[in-house]
């Protein structure tokens, strides 16, 4: 069985209600083990309004959450280190490092946010 990442903009969409965003997450939950990041549930929370408290929360405890680990932070500390771009966002770093130690598939709708080139993508529709 496959493993896909969801990354935090995907979430947020599907929060919000978006079409192609449900219709992608009900499709991958069928035949593939779902994650989010620890980095993921802390900028979710970071931007929710108390009464998205319940339909996020729901959400959350639908997914194997992720934490960070020695070898994950490792990892993400290495990708920051040799970015090209000083753009590259730490917490970026952190979600693909994720990606890369469970060998899973970053679904994302960011696809620039994640440069790294040992990491699988797959850019997804968050309209």
Known sequence: MKSILIDTDILINFLRGRKK???????????????????????????????????????LDSLNVVGVSREIAEKAGMYKTHARSQKLQLDDCLIAATAYILQATLATGNAKHYPMDDIYKMRVAVE
């Open 21 to 59: 965003t449900r219709e992608f997450l009900s499709s991958v939950v069928e035949d593939a083990v779902v994650y989010c990041s620890a980095i993921t549930v802390a900028e979710i929370f970071a931007g929710m309004k108390e009464q998205e408290r319940s339909q996020t929360i729901d959400l």
